[in-house]
């Protein structure tokens, strides 16, 4: 098992940053490809970035490219999702997950987080 619990979440004017933040616990991190999904109200759960527990690769869905960086730091448990830019699009809850292979589908995810609000004002 492993347990992921997300922080960073708030309110943010359009055009600010957030840095989100899950730690996780359980087996062996450094050993899972990790990602970030969000959901917005009244919409499905749409990927919005991974990193690989190998060589660190990571994708981002066309939304958040050159604007969000995921990473990860293996010593402290810990997957990172820096937010540039805001838009208000980008309101949504927040979910961290942990897997057996990077990708967008979230069925290769096997854990999650409960999720960090994000909300962008105008």
């Known amino acids: 098992q492993v347990q992921l619990v997300e922080s960073g979440g708030g309110l943010v004017q359009a055009g600010g940053s957030l840095r989100l933040s899950c730690a996780a616990s359980g087996r062996t991190f450094s050993n899972y490809a990790m990602a970030w999904f969000r959901q917005a109200p009244g919409k499905e759960r749409e990927f919005v970035a991974t990193?690989?527990?190998?060589?660190?690769?990571?994708y981002y869905a066309d939304s958040v490219k050159g604007r969000f960086t995921i990473s990860r730091d293996n010593a402290k448990n810990t997957v990172y999702l820096q937010m540039n830019s805001l838009k208000p699009e980008d309101t949504a809850v927040y979910y961290c997950?942990?897997?057996?292979?990077?990708?967008?589908?979230?069925?290769?995810?096997?854990?999650w987080g409960q999720g960090t609000q994000v909300t962008v004002s105008l």
């Open positions: 997950a942990a897997g057996r292979d990077a990708g967008r589908s979230w069925s290769l995810y096997d854990y």
């Open positions: 990193i690989s527990w190998r060589d660190r690769r990571t």
